[in-house]
């Protein structure tokens, strides 16, 4: 993160003005030419409302505690209250276009809490959306469509028109998404094969005994990944979310020892970061359809 406290911005108008870029024409909402900003280098900046861009030529992007370098196009998400900061650089030829969108613009309209449902928005920076040529025209067209609307004059259409194109540029977005988990499968799949190896580390030693189950936050904080990636990647790629696995890696190990030892059920839930043994008896038929008693016995 830059140095100093972040500089929070609540309106779109405060926005242009710390961008250099002239007033919105409507409070909540604006898109405009990526080529145009002028941040101040440097600065980290809390938004209260949402940013969408596709943007070429970006040098160096830091959000949270993790910074990533781009090269070539790319879709980013961020969602209100979260910190980002740039570090400019004049050297290199930016094109593209960030649209900025405040919650009150979807007031009243299916999009209020359909928008809250694309977990992209909690993405990482450093797992942005990296675009084909035809998505990025299928985009760049929705854009268009959106700025052509934005510069024209307002009626009672106005509204209707941006958010049937936003909802379109959102469902694209997904739809790209879920390409780019199965697209980058060496990327996606070492991920899964780091997970695996985490879990397994994680159940075969101290940790589950003094720590209990491991929470998604510090899987996904061990992987260096979003909480919200991984589970889409790992739903994408394997139909489970990251809680699931961790659930799997459980059972697997209630099995082993229900199947080689002569612990208790109790012994075993304990052993398993249980505090009592009626939770772990209740997963595990969740899990198997069987009592763990029942699975014991069908070992003879």
């Not at 100093?4 to 961008?19: D, E, K, M, N, W």
């Not at 990533?68 to 969602?79: I, P, Q």
């Not at 060496?186 to 720590?211: C, G, P, Q, V």
Request: proline share 4%; aromatic share 12%; no cysteine.
């Amino acid at each position: 993160m830059a140095n100093g406290t972040p500089v929070s911005i609540r309106s779109i108008t405060q926005a242009h003005r710390i961008l250099g870029l002239p007033a919105p024409k409507h409070p909540l909402i604006s898109i405009v030419d990526y080529a145009l900003v002028a941040a101040p280098p440097g600065v980290s900046a809390v938004f209260d409302f949402y940013s969408i861009s596709l943007k070429r030529g970006v040098n160096k992007l830091i959000y949270g505690q993790q910074e990533y370098d781009f090269d070539e196009g790319v879709l980013f998400f961020l969602a209100p209250h979260q910190v980002l900061s740039a570090e400019d650089n004049t050297d290199e030829e930016r094109s593209g276009w960030i649209l900025f969108l405040h919650p009150d613009f979807l007031w009243n309209t299916p999009l209020a809490q359909k928008i809250k449902q694309y977990d992209f928005f909690n993405y990482s920076v450093n797992e942005a959306l990296f675009l084909s040529a035809n998505e990025e025209t299928t985009l760049n067209g929705i854009a268009q469509n959106i700025q052509q609307e934005y510069n024209a004059n307002v009626d009672k259409f106005s509204q209707d028109v941006i958010i049937a194109q936003l909802d379109l540029l959102l469902t694209y977005s997904r739809r790209y998404y879920e390409r780019q988990f199965i697209t980058r499968k060496i990327s996606s799949h070492t991920i899964i094969t780091r997970l695996e190896a985490y879990l397994n580390d994680y159940f075969n030693h101290d940790e589950l005994l003094l720590k209990g189950l491991p929470a998604v936050q510090q899987v996904a904080k061990t992987l260096n990944i979003s909480t919200k990636y991984l589970s889409s990647l790992l739903k994408q790629l394997t139909g489970q979310t990251t809680q699931q696995h961790i659930q799997n890696k459980l059972i697997e190990k209630a099995k082993e020892k229900l199947s080689t030892t002569d612990l208790s059920v109790s012994e075993i839930a304990y052993q398993l970061g249980f505090e009592h043994s009626q939770s772990f008896n209740k997963l595990f038929k969740i899990k198997t359809s069987q009592s763990p008693l029942e699975f014991r016995r069908s070992f003879g």
